[in-house]
């Protein structure tokens, strides 16, 4: 991966310079070389037999499920009404909110157009770049995380972070473990969420090994893992995501039926 994550750095940084307003993605600087015929679609319905077979129909069910979650949660957890973002799933280019992006930057929440854009050619880069298990829950993992920035913009998180800096103690890293926090907190209660229409609930008990998967991708993206595999030191001043041991701790805060204040890290005294 070795010049690649130079061109991402210089990508990402015009991107910033362009729009004053960085993608929140789950990754502090990843590398694709995905090409291709730009796609860009918007999640629509499909069956749950396609759900098991086809990515953007997994992403579809994950979507509905993380919506009848926080749609109860976040008024009683957060006093706040819930507001449905937009999920578009792209690969290759799109244009957003925020500024256009790439699959360099992978899946992120734009804030200014509330929107999670989902790049699916992420899922596979989880496993061959990374070293993730890959697996349906880590692919859910990725979207549950989004939609925990989405939880931290109606909040109003992002207005009081400052998501500038890098380093251990960051808000960087603190608004990303809160986003990793709140995703466990719908891994958990995923199976038991239902469809607010038809109550049949969106997914299966999870598994102990899906489980697994959903905690190998938090392991994966954690900044000391992707800095030792793309052959560099671990550098703490530069994690912008916190390390794959608090990755997958706060991840587990959350499952492990932690609310929206335990998942506070923005304020916590120890990540
Ligand atoms: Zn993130």
Request: hydrophobic share 35%; glycine share 12%.
């Amino acid at each position: 991966m070795g010049g690649g994550g130079v061109v991402v750095i210089v990508i990402a940084l015009a991107y910033m310079l362009l729009t004053g307003n960085s993608p929140a993605d789950i990754l502090g600087g990843t590398t694709s070389d995905a090409g291709g015929a730009g796609e860009e679609g918007y999640v629509g319905d499909c069956t749950a037999e396609q759900a098991n077979t086809d990515a953007e129909c997994r992403l579809n069910a994950a979507v509905q499920s993380l919506d009848a979650y926080w749609a109860a949660t976040l008024p009683e957890q957060g006093g706040v009404d819930y507001e449905l973002p937009e999920v578009v799933s792209f690969t290759s280019a799109v244009d957003t909110g925020c500024g256009s992006a790439t699959s360099s930057t992978g899946p992120f929440y734009c804030p200014a157009d509330t929107t999670v854009y989902e790049d699916l050619a992420f899922y596979d880069q989880l496993s061959s770049q990374f070293g993730a298990e890959g697996g349906p829950l880590a692919e859910m993992y990725v979207t549950a995380h989004e939609f925990g920035h989405h939880i931290e913009n109606q909040l109003g998180l992002f207005e009081r972070a400052d998501r500038s800096g890098t380093g251990p103690e960051s808000d960087s890293v603190r608004i990303e473990l809160m986003a990793d926090c709140l995703a466990g907190m719908w891994a958990g209660n995923a199976a038991t969420t239902e469809d607010p229409d038809t109550g049949v609930t969106f997914l299966e008990p999870i598994t102990r090994d899906e489980l697994d998967q959903a905690l190998s991708a938090a392991a994966a993206v954690g900044d000391d893992n992707i800095q030792r595999r793309s052959g560099g030191d671990v550098n703490p001043e530069a994690f912008s995501h916190g390390s794959s041991e608090q990755r997958v701790k706060w991840f587990s805060t959350g499952y492990n039926g932690g609310t929206i204040q335990d998942c506070n890290a923005l304020d916590a005294s120890t990540l």
